[in-house]
Structures are given as structure tokens and as C-alpha cells.
């Protein structure tokens, strides 16, 4: 199974700094024949079902804001809010979809300083 | 709008049995892979199961390998998952999930609202 590894476990950002989040996965999640690397991001906020934020490491899904951005490759991966705003108090899970089974990291809890 | 909405949820015994829904709206549903995916009590998202949209493959956590059974009938627009010898870590907020394999390579783009699932004596 590919291990994916997220830091920090939690991060406390002042309100419109920047919030960094970093996702490690234990092998290559690259897709070949797209030369895209399958992993994407989740926002999960309490009594919400998770919302997909970015897939294909960078693309950002119809309706997210852009201060929302992921980058990365091979193996180390990065969502970027560029301005925290108070409604993005939550947890994010970064998620391979290379390879059955799909696994996600172990989130990162981001809350207002 | 395209939805999702499970139900099912509720408590049940060790060693019980629960079988719970996804009810599909507004998209073909069966064209579409879907997922069960969990969440604990305190804990983060744990992937379950996996159906192929006409059912023919399915594939399934180790940790529920033997004891659930994924299916869909696409006539109802209808995800399922038979749960049984339930066991407390099995204890759950369990999701259903879209899969959107064409555009977005396999990424679970739309999510419903959530079943609990509570195994307590």
C-alpha cells in the first residue's frame, strides 16, 4: 500500500497569512500517460462531508477558491492557501488515487491564530 | 444538482449486521465508479470499498476484507454496503463518493453527506 505522510499534524495561521501543507507518499503516484501525478486534496469541516479541493496535484476543482493551490511531484506534494480566511478552519487530507487501495494522509488540522 | 444520500446508519450489536444506502441524483449513475469511504471518531478518512460502474469488479479494504459486501443496482440509481460481524472499529461516519475517472483521473469529486454507523453492546 502507498504510505502517505502529512505535515505538520496541525497549524495555526493568522487570518490572510499564508498556510502551507505538505504530503509525502511512500512511492511514485505518477500517472505515465498523462504525466500527472494522481493525488488530490480534501477540505473536511465538522458535520460536512469532505470536499475535493485540488486533483492532479494542481488543478483546482469548478467553484474553489484560488487562493487554494497545489503543487508538487514524484513524491512530495503541497497545498498552499495563500490567504487564510476564517471560513477555511478545517482538516485537509492529501489522497493517492494512483493504486488500489486508495489511501489518504492522516490530515492537517488548520485553525486560526 | 448532483447529489449523494446515504442512510442506514444506526447502533448495532458486535458481531451484527447493517446494510447501508446511497441513493444517486442528478448524474448517469451508472457510468460512474463509486467508494465507500469511513471516518472514525477522532480519527481521519479511511477508504473502504470500490464498485466499477456496471459492477463487475469490486475490490475492498483489508480491514473489511470477508466481512462487507459492495453493490450497486443501477436501475435505482442505488450504492449498497452489506456490513456484517460488525466489530466497535468498525464504528464509523461511513460516506459514499463518486468516482470521476475521465476528467479528473479517478478523484472522488462528489461526496454524500454521511451514515453513522455505532457498534456498541
Known amino acids: 500500500d502507498i504510505v502517505m505522510t502529512q505535515s505538520p499534524d496541525s497549524l495555526a495561521v493568522s487570518l490572510g497569512e499564508r498556510a502551507t501543507i505538505n504530503c509525502k507518499s511512500s512511492q511514485s503516484v505518477l500517472y505515465n500517460s498523462k504525466s500527472k501525478n494522481s493525488l488530490a486534496w480534501y477540505q473536511l469541516k465538522p458535520r460536512q462531508p469532505p470536499r475535493l479541493l485540488i486533483y492532479w496535484t494542481s488543478t483546482r476543482e469548478s467553484g474553489v477558491p484560488d487562493r487554494f493551490s497545489g503543487s508538487g511531484s514524484g513524491t512530495d506534494f503541497t497545498l498552499t492557501i495563500s490567504s487564510l480566511q476564517a471560513e477555511d478552519v478545517a482538516v485537509y487530507y492529501c489522497q493517492q488515487y494512483y493504486s488500489t487501495p486508495w489511501t489518504f494522509g492522516q490530515g492537517t488540522k488548520v485553525e486560526i491564530k | 444538482e448532483e447529489q449523494l444520500v446515504e442512510s442506514g446508519g444506526g447502533l448495532v450489536q458486535p458481531g451484527g449486521s447493517l446494510r447501508l444506502s446511497c441513493v444517486a441524483s442528478?448524474?448517469?449513475?451508472?457510468?460512474?465508479?463509486m467508494h465507500w469511504v469511513r471516518q472514525a471518531p477522532g480519527k481521519g478518512l479511511e477508504f473502504v470499498s470500490t464498485?466499477?460502474?456496471?459492477?463487475?469488479?469490486?475490490y475492498y479494504a483489508n480491514s473489511v476484507k470477508g466481512r462487507f459486501t459492495i453493490s450497486r443496482d443501477n436501475s435505482k440509481n442505488t450504492l449498497y454496503l452489506q456490513m456484517g460481524s460488525l466489530r466497535p472499529e468498525d464504528m464509523a461516519v461511513y460516506y459514499c463518493a463518486r468516482d470521476e475517472v475521465a476528467a479528473k483521473g479517478g478523484a472522488f469529486d462528489i461526496w454524500g453527506q454521511g451514515t453513522e454507523v455505532v457498534v456498541s453492546s
Open positions: 442528478g448524474f448517469t449513475f451508472s457510468t460512474y465508479a
Open positions: 464498485i466499477s460502474s456496471n459492477g463487475g469488479s469490486t
